[in-house]
């Protein structure tokens, strides 16, 4: 690692000069870059926004983050964002974009999604007005395909083939439509649920279940009400990597961040008894009874362990765990239920929809399967 030290002058006095207190002095910063290089234009134009943000960044106090989303194109919202704006801009990809003009400097970071695409301004500006004034702009463009649906936002950690842990952010849209006849096992309204849990001091939140059976769904209304609840986008750390929850750094950034919940998809190998072998789950009983409840953060697992025996006591705790969801694939009683409620009502439709989930000597049927079978009745 290099060391950066400040040059040492003689000044008229024979003081060495670092030892005098400037009025002024520039702040100088050396950053070492390692770059994977698998393409060379790209290595060049990242360079190039590197350079572009260290000339910028430093002359503008103001930082503001706007988000927003909009159901049209990533490739058409960046386009007008790049020709529209009225500052000079350099497409560094599809999705990625840099804008440099008169008291302001924006970074601009997009990803499409199914039916819509969302974005991440970084803006820097010289004014509050003109940071303000960015963030209007934006919406303008953007203009009627603006989402304004409720989002929250994915801290996703994952770990390279050289066991380095990586981030990626991104804006998701929590407009997945929950039902209550897909959620049986709860015994009450699924936003009755959820609403309880987002305001209950516990910590836990445990889904168990094969796949498809809805576990993933559940966790979204967790988080749209999470979002509901701050008045803007939930922020959400979440891994399924074995070797990421291995760091002790991933839980460092949770306690000391700012994150609104933890999602651990897929956790079967933390949830063990410890009397198992099971060295990782003390973590998470720490973050779970510390500054994380007292804040009121959220910790969401998902795992395909067959039952409540299989998970270590110690996280099922009263006053820690709010509750153990036991997911599980719906009778033909309930998929018809849940049916009736997808089209409407409509019994003919549902008919359909149940003969397609349940084939001939079938007797239950994942929520996946229904929903899938939707699809296939036309509907």
Known sequence: MNTISPPVTTTTSGQPESA???????????????????????????????QAFDNAAARFPIHRLVRCAARRTLESVFDDLALNFGLTAQRLDTGSLLLDGPGVFVQAEGRSHAGYCSATFNVWAETVARADAI???????????????????IDWRFSDRRGHTLSSTFEELADDPVLDAAYPMLGQPVDRFVE????????????????????????????????????????????ADKAVLASDGLF???????HDAFVIEDADHLLQPRTDGNTDLHRFLMVA??????????LLFTTNLPNVRAIDEALLRPGRCFAT???????????????????????????????????????????ATIYRALHDAGR
């Open 20 to 50: 005098a207190v400037p009025s002024h002095r520039p702040f100088n910063v050396g950053v070492s870059f390692h770059h994977d290089l698998y393409d060379l234009g790209e290595a060049v134009m990242k360079t190039r926004a590197i």
């Open 135 to 153: 963030k209007a702009q934006v919406f303008r463009i953007v203009g009627d395909d603006r989402v304004r649906d409720q989002m929250f936002v």
């Open 196 to 239: 309880a849990f987002v305001r209950a001091p516990e910590a836990v939140l445990i889904m168990l279940g094969p796949p498809g059976t809805g576990k993933t769904r559940l966790v979204r209304a967790v988080l749209a009400a999470l979002s509901r609840r701050k008045g803007d986008s939930a922020s959400v750390l979440y891994t």
């Open 252 to 258: 460092v950034d949770f306690v000391t961040g700012t």
């Open 289 to 298: 009874d510390g500054v994380v409840r007292a804040q009121g953060r959220k």
């Open 325 to 367: 969801v036991v997911a599980r694939p719906l009778d033909a009683a309930e998929t018809r239920r849940l049916a009736l409620e997808l089209v409407r009502g409509d019994a003919a439709a549902a008919d359909a929809v149940v003969r397609h989930a349940l084939p001939a000597g079938a007797r239950s049927a994942t929520v």
